[in-house]
């Protein structure tokens, strides 16, 4: 009779024993990194309709669609033979003025010196020095007639602001074409840039996240943030975030999306337990279970633990075994079978 009440405690014991019984992991092997995502499409500001600032005939087209260019380089010119002769005149109007003013300081100086020898009058004196100082004033004139006549000769060449691509070109040789026509649009090269509407969530997330990346028909971009418009559209409660590329950028006009990893993982659901209203997990802790509450979880979604200050990547949690043991339970942590 002993032996089999003997037996029946051992049974009992062992039952017990392999009731608490769990299967423990590190945090940091059960942590799920997580990927955020957004629409974006990638925009270049500096897509430029070029055109003369003066009037004339296109003479000569010196690109074609597609041509890269290079900043200064001539694109068109005009048959400039008006503004040249125009420029002419200018110049030989200064040079005459300049001549009269030389005569008229040469006449001024010699009546200060009949003055001093009172061989002249204060009037006649007056007289050249007033002569001098209109011939002054004329030259002056003349000499910005004369810079305007220049410059207007060097806008007979269309320039390229800055380096870039033809995309479009509107004017054939032979037109007329008047001052501010579109002669042809330049798309500058490296100035693309890569902009997403994101939420608030979203901004503070990508803020706080790593290896950003642009994605167009399966290539990747890498990005940074490169600044946060101070604008909340109304209707759609978003912000328009601009992002510069790290190195070869995407085509003008792509619509892609943004990705971002989450500055941290998540523990999946499988792992979260509720007790007395709080979810949480159920920690080991030198043969113990501690349960661990998640101030940040919600039911049925993967959690965020950097909220948790007691858990690190090293923490053993109890995978196996966690529903059925409670806080302060001695319990014997097992290989996983």
Not at 58 to 86: F, H, M, N, P, S
Request: glycine share 6%; proline share 4%.
């Amino acid at each position: 009779m002993k032996y089999i009440l003997s037996l029946l405690c051992l049974l009992c014991s062992c039952s017990v024993l392999s009731g608490n019984k769990v299967v423990v992991a590190p945090l940091s092997e059960l942590l799920v990194i997580t990927k955020n995502s957004a629409p974006a499409d990638v925009v270049n500001e500096h897509h430029a309709p070029l055109s003369f600032q003066v009037g004339g005939v296109v003479e000569r087209i010196a690109v074609t669609v597609g041509d890269e260019l290079k900043k200064g380089q001539v694109l068109a010119t005009l048959e400039c033979r008006d503004y040249e002769l125009a420029q002419m005149q200018a110049q030989s109007s200064l040079k005459a003025l300049r001549a009269q003013a030389l005569l008229a300081r040469q006449q001024l100086s010699r009546a200060e010196q009949l003055l001093q020898r009172k061989n002249a009058s204060r009037d006649l004196r007056d007289q050249r020095r007033a002569e001098l100082d209109s011939l002054i004033a004329r030259q002056q004139g003349a000499e910005v007639r004369v810079q305007e006549a220049e410059l207007a000769v060097e806008r007979c060449a269309l320039k390229a602001p800055f380096s870039g691509v033809v995309t479009d070109l509107m004017l054939s040789p032979g037109a007329l074409a008047a001052p501010g026509s579109v002669l042809v649009k330049v798309l500058q090269t490296g100035a693309q840039e890569v902009n997403a509407e994101l939420s608030a969530m979203q901004l503070q997330s990508v803020k706080s996240g790593s290896r950003v990346y642009y994605e167009y028909a399966g290539v990747r971009y890498p990005v940074a943030l490169r600044t946060v418009l101070p604008l909340i559209d109304s209707r759609a409660r978003t912000q328009s975030v601009r992002f510069s590329f790290v190195d070869k950028p995407a085509l003008t006009g792509s619509s892609g999306r943004v990705f971002w990893q989450a500055p941290a993982g998540r523990l999946p659901v499988k792992y979260i337990i509720s007790r007395q209203g709080q979810l949480g997990v159920m920690q080991f802790i030198d043969g113990k279970a501690k349960f661990v509450a998640l101030p940040s979880a919600v039911e049925g979604q993967a959690a965020v633990v950097s909220d948790a200050s007691v858990l690190n990547g090293s923490s053993n949690i109890i995978i196996e075994g966690q529903h059925a043991v409670a806080g302060g339970d001695d319990v014997e942590a097992v290989n996983l079978n």
